[in-house]
Each structure stands twice: as C-alpha cells, then as structure tokens.
C-alpha cells in the first residue's frame, strides 16, 4: 500500500530517483512547458509577417519543429513512470529513445525538404517581394517587421537552452539535451533570417535564398546528430553520456571496484543506456569458487548500485573466464580463476 510520500516520489520506472533528480524533474517539466508556451506565441507571431521571404518560411516552419522535442519529453517522462510489467519486464525506459527518434526522423525530412525548396528558389533566381503594411495610419516596408519579428524571438531561445542543459545533465536526458542545444542555436536562425530579409530590401535578391538554406542546413544538422544518436541507444551501443561526447564511466568505476574486492580475480561490465538509467552485467572470475559466495555477490551488487542513480538493473555474474563472445576485444588466457 503506498504512502503519500511514496506517491509524491519521482520515479523512473522502480528507480527512485534521488533528491536532486527530483527537484530536476521538475524543473525540467516547467521548462518544457514554458518553452511550449514561448513557441505558441513565436510562431504565431512569424506566421502574421511571413511575407514572400523564404528565409522567413524556413524560420517559421523550424519554430514549428522545435514544438517536437519538449512535447515528446513530457509524454516520454510520463510512460516512464510505469512500473515494469509481465510484459515489459525491463520497464518503459526505452519510450525516451523513440521519443528521440521520432523527433530525429521529423527534423531530418523536414529539414531535406527546406534545403531542396530553398535551393530550387536559388537555381530558378527566384525575386522575392516584400510589400508595404499600413499600420496604425502609417505605410511602411513589411520587411521592418519581419527584422522585429526575428530579433523579438531571438533571445529567449537560447536563455532557455542553457537552463535545460544543466538539467540535462542532472537527468542523464538525451531528449532534454537536443532541445536544449537546439534552443541554443535558435539566434543563428533568426539572425539569417533578418539578413536574408534586408537583403531582399537592398536589392540582394539571392540573400533571402542562400539564409533559408542556412536554417534548413541547420536543421538537417540537428536531425542527423539527434538521429545518430537515437538509433545508437535503441541497437544498445556502448552507454555514453548525455551529450554522446564519451563512453559514461559509470562501467570503468564498477569494474575497478570489482577488481579491488579481494575474492575476484577478474571482472569486465556491459553497460546498456536504458533512456535515464542503465542496465548493467558483471562478468567476475573468482579467485577460488568458493569465495564466490552468494552474500559476497549481494554485498557487491548492493555497493554498485549505491554508486549511481543510474544504475537500475544490475547482475553479478560468476564465470571460469571473461566470456569474448559478450565482451568483444577480451584477450583469453590470463583470466580463468586458480
């Protein structure tokens, strides 16, 4: 029967996470609503002065896309909370992935699309036209407002990117983190777009072309790291950071304290990144079998699991010699217990 302090604990899947990854959770979770919030009123704001600039429909339709990260985060954050069940008996871990590679796909197509549209404006030298707008009694050049427009939805963007990038980290959150370094790059969309429009108004007419084909370069960019990345944690490549930058050490620090307890020999670990947390074997080689007790194998499981909030699933397992077959690149000999 659960508690009231049990139902306010944040969890993923059984894991309960620890104080500071709740209070990030949450954060996260206000962030990502605030952001949507933000790109409710960015978008609608470029949509009402997009003219005929093309640089301005890539800008806008990249607002559209930027919708597909926070809201896959929030429904991911939400399935994971599940509890493993008789039929996903690993949990639910695995949504933020596709959660990631949905988002990835979107990006990739979308940003292929922009790049074939823009460049065919280019080769075709296509002559865009930027009218005048009366407003409040006054005729001006529509252009003025498409400059606002960019500058207005340029800075907050990237205050939010570098918020959601600390929590990123926190979270162990890959889906967190392309948002976040998306948001980040948003000045460089709205500052192509302002040239390619002021182009247009001092007669470059090829500007507004070669900036849409900057952002839509942008966001193909963006699709393929994401993509690489999500397809990478869905075939089980080797854990790694938050940021894909390196192999998570969390495995090196296991396996230095195995080797370090006085009853193994040998021990090797298989690290698979679940979504937040990992799934971990530990292939150990005794020093003498029957030192391989099972309470020295709990014990050590026990202290593995303290190391890291990450660390979920863990299993122990006592073998005769490393096995290469699980753990590529394994030298035999020199690894079978006395």
């Avoid at 949507?36 to 806008?60: C, D, E, P, R």
């Avoid at 939400?78 to 949905?102: D, K, M, N």
Wanted: charged letters at 20%; aromatic letters at 8%.
């Amino acid at each position: 029967m659960s508690t009231t302090g049990e139902k306010n604990t944040a969890r993923f899947g059984h894991t309960e996470l620890p104080e500071e990854q709740q209070r990030a959770l949450r954060k996260a979770i206000k962030w990502e609503w605030i952001t949507i919030g933000f790109l409710v009123v960015s978008t609608f704001l470029v949509y009402l002065v997009l003219g005929n600039s093309q640089a301005m429909k890539a800008a806008w339709i990249e607002d559209l896309l930027s919708f597909l990260p926070p809201i896959s985060f929030l429904i991911a954050t939400r399935v994971i909370r599940r509890r493993p069940s008789e039929s996903h008996p690993y949990g639910y871990h695995r949504a933020v992935g596709v959660a990631h590679l949905v988002a990835a796909v979107a990006l990739v197509v979308m940003g292929a699309y922009l790049i074939v549209d823009s460049g065919i404006g280019l080769f075709t030298a296509e002559h865009p036209t930027i009218g005048g707008i009366t407003l409040l009694g006054s005729t001006f050049w529509l252009g003025w407002l498409m400059v606002l427009a960019m500058l207005l939805t340029a800075g907050p963007p990237v205050v939010l990117g570098i918020v959601k990038m600390k929590l990123a980290r926190t979270l162990h959150d890959k889906v967190l983190y392309a948002d976040a370094d998306m948001n980040k790059a948003d000045w460089m969309t709205a500052l192509s777009a302002a040239v390619g429009v002021l182009g247009i108004g001092v007669g470059l007419w090829w500007a507004d072309s070669v900036a849409a084909l900057l952002i839509s370069t942008s966001i193909l960019r963006d699709g393929i790291k994401n993509l690489r990345g999500a397809v990478g944690g869905l075939t089980d490549t080797r854990a790694r950071t938050y940021d894909d930058s390196e192999p998570d050490p969390v495995g090196e620090r296991i396996d230095s304290y195995l080797r370090s307890l006085g009853w193994v020999r040998e021990a090797r670990s298989r690290v698979r990144d679940e979504g937040h947390v990992f799934h971990i074997e530990s292939f150990v080689v005794p020093r003498t079998w029957p030192r391989a007790t099972l309470r020295r194998i709990e014990k050590a499981r026990d202290a593995c699991v303290e190391m890291d909030w990450k660390v979920q699933d863990m299993v122990i397992v006592p073998v005769a010699e490393l096995p290469e077959e699980f753990l590529p690149g394994v030298a035999k000999g020199g690894s079978e217990y006395r």
